[in-house]
């Protein structure tokens, strides 16, 4: 074997390994965050970096392994940078736990107290869970808006709000584009 086939065969090797890390983050990255609403930019980054991870296999396979290892290496910096970014908001996010256990907690003391229903959403188990009287009579699942990952902020931006409301209005099965709905005070 020559010098250069020996390097061949060692940049082949390197570069295999890369692009199974890269699948690998790649992978992670999708099993851990594929179902979440998260941002545009964050989403399109991580898409990116799956393109430049085909181009990056594609050349493996016609035996540029150079061209391969550049362009595994890009796209397992776009994959990182996705999953650093989804970790950061979703820390973020969570520091809201506290608040919201706090809530409630208030909404079921509120409605052993007056014994009435309360309704809980659990954003993150998508479900809502029924209080009547402070104990929990039934949880349903629940449909939130597609950007439901944080507070809303304006009409027609697809989140669901974080709070304490009252229900304002119950709409049967033809007064929504829903089977029913309940319209709350936010």
Same mark, same amino acid.
């Given at each position: &074997?020559?010098? /250069? *086939?020996?390097?061949?065969?060692s940049l082949s090797k390197?570069?295999?390994?890369? %692009?199974?890390?890269? @699948?690998?983050?790649?992978?992670?990255?999708?099993?851990?965050?594929?179902?979440?609403?998260?941002?545009?930019?964050?989403?399109?980054?991580?898409?990116?970096?799956?393109?430049?991870?085909?181009?990056?296999?594609?050349?493996?396979?016609?035996?540029?392994?150079?061209?391969?290892?550049?362009?595994?290496?890009?796209?397992?910096?776009? &994959?990182?940078? /996705? *999953?650093?970014e989804t970790t950061t908001?979703?820390?973020?996010?969570?520091?809201? %736990?506290?608040?919201? @256990?706090?809530?409630?907690?208030?909404?079921?003391?509120?409605?052993?107290?007056?014994?009435?229903?309360?309704?809980?959403?659990?954003?993150?188990?998508?479900?809502?869970?029924?209080?009547?009287?402070?104990?929990?009579?039934?949880?349903?699942?629940?449909?939130?808006?597609?950007?439901?990952?944080?507070?809303?902020?304006?009409?027609?931006?697809?989140?669901?709000?974080?709070?304490?409301?009252?229900?304002?209005?119950?709409?049967?099965?033809?007064?929504?584009?829903?089977?029913?709905?309940?319209?709350?005070?936010?």
């Amino acid at each position: &074997i020559t010098l /250069a *086939d020996s390097m061949k065969k060692s940049l082949s090797k390197i570069t295999g390994a890369k %692009l199974l890390s890269t @699948r690998n983050a790649l992978s992670l990255f999708t099993a851990r965050y594929g179902q979440l609403p998260i941002p545009k930019r964050i989403r399109n980054r991580a898409s990116s970096g799956e393109m430049h991870l085909a181009e990056a296999s594609s050349a493996y396979n016609r035996k540029e392994h150079q061209s391969a290892y550049k362009k595994c290496v890009l796209a397992e910096k776009q &994959i990182l940078q /996705a *999953d650093n970014e989804t970790t950061t908001l979703l820390t973020e996010y969570y520091k809201g %736990l506290p608040k919201w @256990r706090a809530w409630a907690s208030t909404a079921i003391s509120n409605s052993k107290r007056k014994r009435n229903a309360s309704i809980i959403v659990d954003k993150m188990a998508h479900c809502c869970k029924l209080y009547v009287g402070g104990v929990l009579k039934a949880t349903y699942s629940a449909e939130l808006g597609s950007n439901w990952l944080g507070d809303k902020r304006v009409k027609g931006d697809k989140a669901t709000p974080e709070g304490q409301y009252h229900i304002t209005m119950k709409k049967g099965p033809k007064q929504s584009k829903y089977y029913k709905a309940l319209l709350i005070n936010y």
